[in-house]
């Protein structure tokens, strides 16, 4: 089980494998095509020889160690040889023959043929002359044996070279991978809060790219988790003061002399209390939008004129008791592609921040615009606006323009423009034009079907 995982999931298993066996299978058909190729070339020099033999005898010339015919010399002196020569006339008188026990048949099939005497396999070329018919033959135990050893002798190099190869193969393998070895070991030996990147120096072009996005990762996580310490240390710092401010008034409670004064002091300890559920209210907003792109919910399509009739709907009471004139104006019925609630509570803190800074009697309008292929989300009010220096620094957290009067913890229009760029956009301040306040636009791709 452990050796089929390993083979399955192990990059350098699989590749040394694969390679050991494209050795193997390409050894062994070389082997085999060698070994035919060898054995087919010892025939072919066997049966030239034979051919050669039996035109000599032909032009009357006598290989050395064959009996002569009669009335000729005696050849030189021979013990043994290989080929039997059998010599016929015309007329089938059998004129000359070899040392051999091997009776050849009388009648043979001209050039080259296998026939077996005596259980015995030979191999016989026979050629007719003018006056006669010669027949050399071979026995082919022993030429076969010759020709397999011949042929072992031409593939024992490729036997040799095949184990070499595969230890070729091994280590050139496992020295292509050892900078992913590498690249393992520095990541196995880091910490968990350990985000520095991983050396990308003499990596593969495969490997590069993936190690480069890790690196991407690392920097993405550092800036979240920076983001998280800034957040929770801010955090902090802002919880301090409604607490403490919290505790005096309890002070303040305790000591009162009398019911009017106890009645004031709890007033403000309630309105104490809203305070800092609004602020905890809106910093854990704040943290889940901030982790909202890591939860992978994918968009969904979105009214937003539906949204904007909707989150006017929830406001007009507060803006009733301020007598701030809050309405919906156009209201396109297209569609964008995002997330329905993060994109109310955009909309939402937009309005509460206009209303927040609107005199009594002011206005403030909200619209959803056609601009070509966008939809635009405006709110705008009557209030002071915010000078073009803060308008940059109003969409950091906590930040509120100095000498404003309204009371909030500065974290609406963060939160807003979290949302917005979890949507790809952000938040575009200006003055407005027609009301003479603070105009506040959110760009959004028109879904199209």
Known sequence: MNLQRLATHSLRARLIGLLLLAIVLAAGL????????????????????????????????????????PGDDPPLPAEA??????????????????????????????GFSNIEVDGKPYRVYSMQSRTQVI????????????ARALAWRTVLPIAWMAPLLMLVAWAV?????????????????????????????GLPDEIRPLVHELNLLFGRVRQAF???????????????????????????????????????????????????????????????QQAQPSSGEPAQPVSLAELAAQVVADAAPLAATRRIDLGLGEADAGQVNGHAEPLRIL???????????????????????????????????SGPGIPEADRARVLD??????????????????IANAIAQLHGTALALDRSPRLGGLRIAVRLPLRTV
């Open 30 to 69: 070389q082997v085999a095509v060698v070994y035919r190729q060898a054995r087919a070339e010892a025939d072919g020099i066997f049966d030239y020889h034979m051919e050669q033999m039996a035109q000599a005898l032909r032009a009357g010339v006598m290989p050395p160690g064959l009996p002569a015919p």
């Open 81 to 110: 040889f290989d080929f039997f020569v059998q010599v016929w006339t015309q007329e089938g008188l059998r004129v000359f023959q070899s040392g051999t026990g091997a009776a050849l048949p009388q009648r043979a099939v001209l």
């Open 135 to 146: 027949q050399v033959a071979q026995d082919l135990r022993p030429r076969q044996t010759m």
């Open 173 to 201: 393998v496992s020295a292509s991978l050892a900078p992913v070895a590498r690249v393992r070991r520095q990541v196995a030996a880091r910490e968990a809060d350990e985000l520095a990147e991983v050396s990308e120096a």
């Open 226 to 288: 920076d983001a998280q310490k800034n957040f929770v240390a801010e955090a902090a710092h802002e919880l301090r003061s409604p607490l403490a401010a919290l505790r005096l008034q309890v002070q303040g409670l305790q000591r009162a002399p009398d019911d009017a004064t106890r009645q004031l002091a709890t007033e403000r300890l309630l309105a104490g209390i809203d305070r800092a559920t609004r602020l905890v209210e809106q910093l854990l907003v704040l943290a889940r």
């Open 347 to 381: 909309l939402g803190n937009l309005v509460d921040n206009a209303l927040k800074y609107t005199p009594e009697g002011g206005t403030v309008d909200v619209a959803v615009r056609r601009d070509q292929d966008q939809l635009v989300l405006l709110v705008e009010d």
């Open 397 to 414: 957290r906590f930040y509120r323009v100095p000498g404003s009067a309204a009371t909030g913890s500065g974290l609406g229009l963060a």
